[in-house]
């Protein structure tokens, strides 16, 4: 069995992590950091502290009545990326603890057409 870092749970909520294959379980975010926790095999397991966040990315849509995808970007291991059933509570817990500037929302489907288009006129 794994041990939790956290020493005070503040939320825990159905998830799903999208690191390759997609894996059910649960988000725990506490006081120490925040983890995953794979519902079938217990050796599935993500932990990251918070002193190691360095942004946290939400896909935004329908002018925030929908947020289907969020990262946690790391300083050293890169993206890990989740959606759950509650998101807007989820996002909620992670202020508490990583600050406000450091939580962005990701570009749109256009946004990313129009980069695409104006870095082609530029050349």
Same mark, same amino acid.
């Given at each position: 069995?794994?041990?939790? =870092? ?7 909520? *159905? ?27 217990? @050796?599935?397991? =993500?932990?990251? $502290?918070? *002193?190691?966040? *360095? ?12 947020? $289907? @995808? ?8 890169? #993206? ?6 509650? $998101? ?11 600050? $406000? ?13 129009? @980069? ?6 530029? #050349?």
């Amino acid at each position: 069995m794994v041990q939790s =870092i956290n020493t005070k749970v503040d939320l825990v909520s *159905d998830a799903t992590s999208h690191m390759g294959i997609s894996e059910y379980g649960k988000i725990m975010i506490g006081d120490k950091g925040f983890e995953f926790f794979n519902s079938r095999d217990a @050796r599935k397991f =993500i932990q990251i $502290p918070w *002193d190691e966040v *360095d942004f946290v990315t939400a896909s935004v849509m329908f002018k925030g009545k929908w947020i $289907p @995808r969020y990262a946690v970007q790391t300083k050293l291991n890169g #993206k890990y990326i989740f959606s759950s059933k509650e $998101p807007k509570k989820v996002l909620r817990a992670i202020r508490n603890y990583v600050d $406000p500037s450091h939580m962005v929302q990701s570009l749109s489907f256009f946004d990313v057409i129009k @980069r695409g288009f104006k870095s082609k006129v530029k #050349k």
